[in-house]
T-cell receptor
Framework: EDKVVQSPLSLVVHEGDTVTLNCSYE??????LLWYKQEKKAPTFLFML????IEKKSGRLSSILDKKELFSILNITATQTGDSAVYLC???????????FGGGTRLMVKP | DAGVIQSPRHEVTEMGQEVTLRCKPI?????LFWYRQTMMRGLELLIY????????DSGMPEDRFSAKMPNASFSTLKIQPSEPRDSAVYFC???????????FGNGTRLTVT
């Protein structure tokens, strides 16, 4: 059974801080790892990673995958209050097309 | 694109009643997924369809749960009879192809009293 563990469970920072969110996984026949941001409603897609060592970047957010050590990190620089959300990590294997999600990291950014 | 559309947004019902949740996927997407989210268990996959055919329903908790996809633009998740432990947010998601990101609807918050 595929497994995704995220850490920390929650995090409180001040605006301008840099944060690193962690995601470790166990999956048979890894296909991809995805990051989502969930505010009050639907999870919204951030990144999809398939190859080790290649950083994906979007504005102040970036993510990288290490397939040897089975983890990924999501970095947010110069945090803003609008970054407050639950960040979800999910993995997909080659056997099916569903995503297995971790429990999420709840980030709160204080002014 | 309107995105994935779910209805109703909120549903409050009494134990024993039938509940039907509805989903319209993004046009052209051929995969549709039903997830349930609770504080205790996070996001759990219930069932997913490819080209309207159920592929994996191993996450459906009990026979009380059933899902259908009669055509490419509509799916339902039914709970009959409902129980208080079914209270959760139910998300529908769709994707263009198997390797694509999932796009989620805004969810249906179900409360069973």
């Amino acid at each position: 059974e595929d497994k995704v563990v995220q850490s920390p469970l929650s995090l409180v920072v001040h605006e301008g801080d840099t944060v690193t969110l962690n995601c470790s996984y166990e999956v048979t026949n890894f296909r991809s790892l995805l990051w989502y941001k969930q505010e009050k409603k639907a999870p919204t897609f951030l990144f999809m990673l398939t190859s080790s060592g290649i950083e994906k970047k979007s504005g102040r957010l970036s993510s990288i995958l290490d397939k040897k050590e089975l983890f990924s990190i999501l970095n947010i620089t110069a945090t803003q209050t609008g970054d407050s959300a639950v960040y979800l990590c999910a993995v997909r294997n080659n056997a099916g097309n569903m995503l297995t999600f971790g429990g999420g990291t709840r980030l709160m950014v204080k002014p | 694109d309107a995105g994935v559309i779910q209805s109703p947004r909120h549903e409050v019902t009494e134990m024993g009643q039938e509940v039907t949740l509805r989903c319209k996927p993004i046009s052209g997407h051929d995969y549709l997924f039903w997830y349930r989210q609770t504080m205790m268990r996070g996001l759990e996959l219930l069932i997913y369809f490819n080209n309207n055919v159920p592929i994996d329903d191993s996450g459906m908790p009990e026979d009380r749960f059933s899902a259908k996809m009669p055509n490419a633009s509509f799916s339902t998740l039914k709970i009959q009879p409902s129980e208080p432990r079914d209270s959760a947010v139910y998300f529908c998601a769709s994707s263009l192809a198997g390797a694509s990101p999932l796009h989620f609807g805004n969810g249906t918050r179900l409360t069973v009293t």
